[in-house]
C-alpha cells in the first residue's frame, strides 16, 4: 500500500513515485482487492451496513485530524468543514444505511404477455473492483461520499484522494488504514504517476471527480479495457437574475454559493446576466451581503478561506479585471484587504461591464470572482447558456413560473436550482451529476448505489407448458399466418 509523503511546495513535474507506489506495488493492490471480491465478502449486506459503520465512527474518531487538515489545505473553518465536508458524509451514510435492504430488494418485473406464463425480478448486483480518483476542492467530501456508495453496492475500492490538497489526502489514507477494511477498501496517494499507473489496471467502474482535460485522459484509459466511467466535471455554472425577484434575499443566497469555499465550488455560480436595471438594483445587496455573511475585512473572517496554491491563486488573479471590479479585487477597498499571494488570500471580488470575450469568461473561474453581464432579458440568457458547454447547474432566480418551466425546458444542464444556490447538491435524495461536458452519470443516495451496481434481469419461464414452440421454425400452416398476425 502507499505511503506516499508529498512535499506540497514541490511541482507534481518534480515528485516522484512514492516508494510503494510503483507500478508493481498498485498491480498488487489491485489482485488483492480483485481476489478480495471474488471470494464473495463484500456481498452481504450486513457486511456492507458494518464496513458503512465503521466510516461513520471512523469519521468521528479522527475528526480533530481530518478538520486541522482541511484548514491546512484551504483555509476551512471548523464549522465549514462540518458543513460541507465530514456532515455531508455522515448524512450519506445515514441515508443509505437507512434505505439499503429496501433499496436491493428485487424488483418485481413482468415480461408480457408473448411470454406467459413467466416471472421476472431485477437484481442489482456488485459491479466488482472500483476505482475513485478524487478532486481537492471539497478533498473529504468528494473522495468519501462516493466511497459511500461504492461500499453500498458491494464493490471493492481503491481511494486515489488529491494531491493537491496533502494534508486531506494524508488524513485521509490515515483513516483508510486504520479504520476500514483492508479487503474492502485501499488507499493510494500520489499524483499524475501513481494515478497513470492505477489506470492502467483494469477495474469494473472508475469514478473520477475533476477537471475535464483528465476526464478524457481517464476515459481513455478506462476505454482500453471497456471499463464503465462516472465523470463529475465542471465547467461554467451560469445563474440568471429575473426582474421582480426580492434582490436582498437573493443576493444573500448568490454570495454564499459563489463565495463558499473561496469559490472553489463546482457548482459555485460561474457568472451572473440580468438586465442594466437589475444588475443596478441588485448590486448594493450583493455588497451588502459580502459584509454580512463575511465581515468588513473577510480576511479576518473564519468562514472565509484561502486558494488551494499559488497556482490557482495566480490563475484567478489573472482573470480579474480591477478596472471593472466594484467589489474586492487585487488592490482592496474602504479598509479591507486587497489579495495577498503570500497567504493565498483573495478577497470576494464583483466585476461589472464584463463582456463575453474577456478572459474571465474564456473559463471556469473556480474562484472568489463574480462576472456580471448585462442581457436583454431571459431569452437573451437563455441563448447563451444554449451556446455554451452544457453546465452542471444553472441558476435561475425569479418569482414567475413560466419562466422557470422555460429554463427546466430550454436549457440542458447536470441541475436546474431556481431561487437557491449550492444547497441541493447536499440533499442525499437528489441526484448529483453532470451532463454533456460537465460529466456523465450520477450518485448521492440511491442514485449512488444504482452508479456502483448493475441493474440485472432474472427471468425464468417453466418448461410447460411450452409456449416457445410457437415461435420454433419452421414456420408453416396455421403457425405461419397466426405468427404473420401476431408480429404486424
Ligand atoms: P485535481 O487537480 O485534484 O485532479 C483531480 C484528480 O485527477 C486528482 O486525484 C489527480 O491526482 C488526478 N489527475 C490529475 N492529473 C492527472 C493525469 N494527467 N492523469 C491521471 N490523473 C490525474 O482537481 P481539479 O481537476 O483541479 O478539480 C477541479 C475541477 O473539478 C473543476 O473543474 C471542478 O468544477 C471540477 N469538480 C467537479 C465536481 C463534481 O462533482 N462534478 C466536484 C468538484 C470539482
Redesign the pocket.
Known amino acids: 500500500m502507499s505511503t506516499a509523503s508529498h512535499d506540497s511546495t514541490a511541482p507534481d513535474s518534480e515528485r516522484g513515485p512514492a516508494p510503494d507506489g510503483s507500478r508493481a506495488a498498485i498491480a498488487d493492490e489491485t489482485a488483492a482487492l480483485r481476489d478480495a471480491f471474488e471470494s464473495g465478502r463484500t456481498r452481504s449486506i450486513r457486511a456492507r451496513l458494518d464496513q458503512l459503520d465503521a466510516l461513520r465512527r471512523a469519521l468521528r474518531s479522527e475528526r480533530r485530524r481530518l478538520t486541522s487538515a482541511l484548514e491546512q489545505d484551504l483555509g476551512k473553518g471548523r464549522i465549514d468543514s462540518a458543513i460541507t465536508e465530514l456532515g455531508v458524509v455522515t448524512q450519506e451514510i445515514a441515508h443509505t444505511s437507512r434505505h439499503l435492504r429496501s433499496w436491493l430488494a428485487p424488483e418485481k418485473l413482468t415480461l408480457g404477455a408473448m411470454l406467459a406464463p413467466s416471472g421476472g425480478r431485477l437484481i442489482r448486483e456488485p459491479l466488482g473492483l472500483t476505482l475513485i ?6 478533498p473529504l467530501n ?1 473522495t468519501l461520499s462516493p466511497l459511500v456508495a461504492a461500499i453500498a453496492g458491494g464493490n471493492t475500492v481503491i481511494v ?5 490538497a496533502p494534508a486531506t489526502s494524508a488524513a485521509l489514507a490515515h483513516l483508510i488504514r486504520t479504520h476500514l477494511d483492508p479487503d474492502w477498501v485501499r488507499v493510494v496517494e500520489g ?2 504517476e501513481e ?2 499507473a492505477l ?1 492502467e489496471q483494469r477495474f469494473d467502474l472508475i469514478f ?5 482535460t ?1 476526464g478524457r ?2 476515459a481513455r484509459a478506462a476505454a482500453e479495457h471497456l471499463t464503465p466511467t462516472i465523470l ?4 461554467k455554472s451560469p445563474l440568471f437574475v429575473d426582474q421582480g425577484v426580492d434582490l436582498e434575499r437573493a443576493a444573500r443566497r448568490i454570495v454564499w454559493g459563489k463565495f463558499s469555499n473561496t469559490g472553489q465550488t ?1 457548482v459555485a455560480p460561474d457568472y451572473l446576466m440580468a438586465t442594466a436595471k437589475t444588475v443596478e438594483e441588485l448590486l448594493p445587496h450583493l455588497r451588502r451581503a459580502v459584509r454580512e455573511l463575511y465581515g468588513p475585512d473577510p480576511r479576518r473572517c473564519e468562514a472565509y478561506g484561502r486558494m488551494i496554491n499559488d497556482k490557482h491563486f495566480d490563475r484567478v488573479v489573472g482573470l480579474i479585471d480591477d478596472d471593472q471590479v466594484v467589489l474586492g479585487g487585487t488592490r482592496g477597498s474602504a479598509g479591507a484587504s486587497g489579495a495577498d499571494r503570500a497567504s493565498r488570500y483573495l478577497p470576494p471580488t464583483i466585476m461589472t461591464g464584463v463582456d463575453w470575450t474577456d478572459p474571465v469568461m474564456a473559463e ?1 473561474v ?1 474562484g472568489p470572482v463574480l462576472p456580471i453581464l448585462t442581457v436583454g432579458g431571459p431569452d437573451e440568457a437563455i441563448a447563451r447558456i444554449r451556446e455554451r458547454d452544457k453546465p ?1 447547474t444553472a441558476y435561475v432566480f425569479t418569482e414567475d413560473r413560466d419562466l422557470e418551466r422555460r429554463f427546466a425546458a430550454e436549457t440542458s444542464s447536470g441541475s436546474l436550482a431556481v431561487n437557491l444556490t449550492l444547497a441541493h447538491v447536499g440533499s442525499p435524495t437528489m441526484p ?1 451529476g ?1 451532463v454533456g461536458a ?2 456523465m452519470g450520477a450518485y448521492h443516495g440511491r442514485a449512488g448505489l444504482q452508479a456502483f451496481t448493475h441493474a440485472k434481469p432474472v427471468v425464468h419461464k417453466p418448461l410447460r407448458p411450452d409456449t416457445l414452440r410457437l415461435v420454433y421454425p419452421p414456420y408453416r400452416g396455421l403457425r405461419r399466418g397466426l405468427l404473420s398476425r401476431l408480429f404486424r
Open positions: 480518483i478524487a478532486p481537492w476542492n471539497y468528494l486515489k484522494p488529491s494531491e493537491v499524483a499524475v494515478t497513470t489506470l473520477y471527480t475533476g477537471n475535464g483528465v485522459i481517464v463529475e466535471l465542471g465547467g463546482c471556469e473556480f452542471l448529483f453532470g460537465s460529466g
